[in-house]
């Protein structure tokens, strides 16, 4: 079955624009970030935004590709990975944020902003790298 191109460009315009907003407070200092409430729910609502539009991306894939329905969110990228549709290092990363997503979601009273900071800090090229490779299935 052939892939929703409209909705993969749609959901990686959700990435791009997520990230955009992400790298905007991408300079601030790890202690002005955690003093700074309104930084922190910008940084958790776009973080969850652009891993949901990335396992949308992810679980559309394989279902027409592989017809398959991975069991849990981070299975969806070994899924790729095991298809040779992402290096096996970037299913990874993927794997361990959409375990942190389940965190944002489920456990929203108890998120650790020093690690939503890492995230921003360090993880934003792995959601970058992961565009590229859907653009380059459509």
């Given at each position: 079955m052939d892939l929703d191109r409209d909705r993969l460009r749609a959901r990686l315009n959700d990435i791009s624009r997520s990230l955009s907003r992400l790298e905007a407070l991408r300079s601030m200092r790890c202690e002005d970030f955690l003093a700074d409430e309104d930084s922190q729910d910008i940084a958790r609502s776009r973080l969850l935004t652009a891993i949901e539009a990335a396992l949308n991306i992810?679980?559309?894939?394989?279902?027409r590709r592989m017809h398959r329905v991975p069991e849990e969110y981070a299975q969806c990228f070994h899924l790729l990975r095991e298809a040779g549709l992402i290096p096996s290092e970037?299913?990874?990363?993927?794997?361990?944020?959409?375990?942190?997503?389940?965190?944002?979601?489920?456990?929203?009273?108890?998120?650790?902003?020093?690690?939503?900071?890492?995230?921003?800090?360090?993880?934003?090229?792995?959601?970058?790298?992961?565009?590229?490779?859907?653009?380059?299935?459509?």
């Open positions: 992810c679980y559309h894939v394989v279902a970037l299913a990874e990363r993927l794997a361990t944020m959409a375990r942190f997503r389940n965190r944002l979601v489920h456990l929203y009273w108890d998120i650790d902003y020093g690690q939503v900071y890492e995230i921003r800090q360090k993880s934003l090229t792995d959601l970058e790298a992961f565009s590229e490779a859907v653009a380059n299935w459509i």
